[in-house]
């Protein structure tokens, strides 16, 4: 089977790739996934959430939010508590260290701003942004239909 020669903008988009997956590889020593990540974001943003409306606004199943809040109350990045009369029901906040890693995590996004500013003119900075959510929303959005 004869596979064709990638194209150049497949070759820059594995760089890319590569590149940023390697450098959050360094700074995230706690191995904190994507998913993990995004619960933590959503969190920061939102508040203190149940478990529940976690995996409603992220569009996980409840049994995958569970394992991702079980792994992130492991590292203690999230804590939880009792929610009303039901026991049962878990509202979920940051734990300090949670807030801490998302506030180094913020730190090193700024510092690959700066070294891609560094690098880009005012006017490429422009485009490169534009051009990057642009390719982002298309690839989310082929994502949404593929898992639906």
């Known amino acids: 089977m004869q596979t064709s020669q990638p194209s150049e903008l497949e070759n820059a988009l594995s760089h890319l790739q590569c590149a940023l997956v390697a450098r959050r590889t360094r700074i995230n020593p706690e191995q ?12 920061r943003l939102r508040g203190p ?16 939010a569970s394992k991702i809040l079980r792994a992130l109350k492991d590292k203690q990045f999230i804590e939880q508590k009792a929610h009303g009369e039901d026991r049962r ?7 300090e260290k949670g807030r801490e890693f998302l506030i180094y995590t913020a ?27 642009k390719v982002a929303t298309a690839l989310s959005s082929t ?5 639906v």
Do not use: N
């Open 32 to 43: 904190i996934t994507w998913a993990q990540y995004d619960v933590l974001e959503i969190l």
């Open 49 to 64: 959430m149940l478990p529940s409306v976690i995996s409603e606004t992220l569009g996980i199943s409840r049994p995958t």
């Open 89 to 95: 029901e878990q509202m979920t906040s940051l734990a």
């Open 107 to 133: 730190k090193s996004r700024h510092e690959a701003a700066a070294l891609a500013a560094s690098v880009l003119t005012p006017g490429e900075q422009s485009i490169f942004a534009e051009l990057c959510l």
């Open 143 to 147: 994502q949404t239909k593929a898992e």
